[in-house]
């Protein structure tokens, strides 16, 4: 019968983390993850479900978390300063009484309290009675909860794990701010050179994807069909070449030409010229550089002027995850009329596929016990993206303001120029989000919407995701003689 471990029991576990912890050094390991999730040991401590103790091991999660957090820091000792660790953790036991995502917040500052390098966020395996919401990404808005309240604020990682198998869902999830990293498990089962096969779909060529040499021929996708153009070949060199046919009737030779040099970025960079930027490649997903005064959005996708309720459901699916990631991205170095042609596009994509499975959401099933509804998931996607565009708000300088080439323009000038644009719009509203892509085209101050409403009186007002220009704020025009 199952029986409670005594202290001195504990002790000798603790112990014994310790001597692996010790051997894995020696034998060279780069990382060490402590693994406190899916029922082992140290997760069946901190869940309530597990842990019916009464000393001071159970009971509170405080409690619960004492044995777990003794042995973390025994190895972070044991373990070399300049190695990172990480700690594995259950967000939800998908069990009424279970721990929920509030308890997983608690759990992970505790662990980045104590120095974990980082959060790998999985879910459940606790129980035999749970009921999981399973679903693609299902876990995804567990980790990006803990890697905005919890991983910006102590600088710990979170990974965001399970039901990832796209290179379109690492990069958005990575775009949007939800985690910092992504493992993938099962798709590399499936696929052993997974990383390198997104690489070269991208074409994708740098440090983060070498082939072997051996296998560098293959570091292009071969030709699938007629369509495609000319087959490309190796030469002795082993540099990729392409192989024209033969002129009928000609020389029995073959020519050889160089092809593109193919796009070294995989996810979308600020161009450090401030009069172009990079657009997604519409056959490839690469992003090449392209004129400022093109249109970045006419490249979100192969289809992009067909009605949604035309697509495919696995077109549909594939737009939707690419409109997710364009859409940040053209926030950031877009125009404000293409961030609302994007955002237009991306919801009337959501409400088609939420219209054909009304059973889901855009994460996963939503018919499991306590399985968010659809209008909280949507909220949910709303919220995940003013915290991810709010953090890049504070944290990156505005175009020219580090290297000095632009002056700081006046925040009086600024105030006024973005309230003349409120005033200018339909019943002084705009959203919050194209507000602070309009402030940041006037100022570096990554604060100046909130210190419009932050005012007495205050020039604007927070109408949930809206900002109207009020009264006082149209006095203000008035007083200073600016035109709206």
């Known amino acids: 019968m199952p029986r409670e471990l005594t202290e001195s029991e504990l002790a000798e576990i603790r112990d014994e983390f310790v001597r692996s912890a010790e051997a894995a050094a020696r034998a060279g390991f780069d990382v060490l993850e402590l693994h406190c999730a899916h029922g082992y040991l140290l997760s069946s401590f901190i869940s309530p479900l597990a842990n019916r103790r009464t000393d001071r091991y159970g009971g509170s999660l405080e409690n619960r978390l004492r044995f777990p957090l003794e042995v973390f820091d025994a190895v972070r000792a044991a373990w070399p300063a300049e190695r990172p660790m990480t700690v594995r953790i259950s967000a939800t036991d998908w069990h009424e009484g279970g721990t929920d995502v509030d308890d997983a917040v608690?759990?992970?500052?505790?662990?980045?309290?104590?120095?974990?390098?980082?959060?790998?966020?999985?879910?459940?395996?606790?129980?035999?009675?749970?009921?999981?919401?399973?679903?693609?990404?299902?876990q995804t808005p567990y980790a990006d909860r803990i890697r905005n309240e919890v991983g910006r604020e102590f600088g710990c990682a979170v990974i965001a794990v399970g039901a990832i198998s796209s290179y379109d869902d690492v990069n958005s999830?990575?775009?949007?701010?939800?985690?910092?990293?992504?493992?993938?498990?099962?798709?590399?089962?499936?696929?052993?050179?997974?990383?390198?096969?997104?690489?070269?779909?991208?074409?994708?060529?740098?440090?983060?994807?070498?082939?072997?040499?051996?296998?560098?021929?293959?570091s292009r996708?071969?030709?699938?069909?007629?369509?495609?153009?000319?087959?490309?070949?190796?030469?002795?060199?082993g540099t990729a070449s392409r192989v024209l046919a033969t002129p009928a009737?000609?020389?029995?030779?073959?020519?050889r030409m160089t092809p593109p040099r193919p796009a070294t970025t995989m996810i979308p960079a600020r161009s450090p010229s401030t009069d172009r930027r990079t657009a997604p490649d519409r056959a490839t997903g690469a992003h090449q550089r392209v004129p400022a005064e093109s249109n970045e959005g006419a490249?979100?996708?192969?289809?992009?002027?067909?009605?949604?309720?035309?697509?495919?459901?696995?077109?549909?699916?594939?737009?939707?995850?690419?409109?997710?990631?364009?859409?940040?991205?053209?926030?950031l170095h877009g125009t404000a009329e293409q961030f609302r042609t994007h955002t237009e596009r991306m919801l009337e994509l959501e409400q088609e596929y939420l219209r054909r499975h009304p059973q889901r959401t855009w994460q996963g099933s939503g018919d499991a016990p306590g399985a968010p509804s659809r209008d909280d998931r949507i909220r949910d996607l709303v919220q995940t993206f003013s915290r991810a565009i709010t953090a890049l708000l504070d944290e990156e300088p505005?175009?020219?303001?580090?290297?000095?080439t632009t002056p700081r323009p006046d925040p009086a000038e600024a105030q006024a120029a973005?309230?003349?644009?409120?005033?200018?719009?339909?019943?002084?509203?705009?959203?919050?989000?194209?507000?602070?892509?309009?402030?940041?085209?006037?100022?570096?101050?990554s604060h100046l919407v909130a210190s419009l409403y932050r005012q007495d009186p205050p020039l604007l007002q927070a109408e949930r995701d809206a900002r109207v220009i009020t009264d006082a704020g149209r006095a203000w025009l008035q007083e200073h003689g600016v035109p709206a």
């Not at 104590?114 to 009921?131: C, M, P, W």
């Not at 069909?225 to 087959?231: A, K, L, T």
């Not at 973005?418 to 101050?445: M, V």
């Open 249 to 255: 009737g000609g020389p029995d030779r073959r020519h």
């Open 173 to 218: 999830i990575l775009l949007a701010g939800r985690a910092d990293l992504c493992a993938l498990g099962r798709p590399h089962l499936y696929d052993p050179q997974w990383t390198l096969h997104a690489a070269a779909d991208q074409e994708y060529a740098g440090a983060g994807a070498v082939w072997p040499k051996p296998f560098a021929a293959g």
């Open 418 to 445: 973005l309230l003349r644009r409120f005033a200018e719009s339909p019943g002084g509203r705009l959203h919050k989000l194209e507000a602070h892509q309009i402030a940041r085209q006037l100022t570096p101050d």
């Open 221 to 237: 996708r071969p030709q699938t069909g007629r369509s495609e153009g000319p087959v490309h070949a190796s030469n002795s060199s």
């Open 398 to 404: 505005a175009p020219g303001s580090a290297t000095g």
């Open 106 to 138: 608690a759990v992970a500052r505790a662990f980045a309290e104590h120095g974990a390098d980082g959060i790998d966020v999985s879910t459940g395996q606790v129980v035999k009675a749970e009921r999981p919401a399973f679903g693609r990404s299902y």
């Open 299 to 331: 490249a979100m996708s192969d289809r992009q002027g067909i009605p949604a309720r035309e697509l495919s459901d696995e077109e549909l699916e594939r737009q939707g995850v690419h409109a997710h990631a364009m859409r940040h991205w053209v926030f």
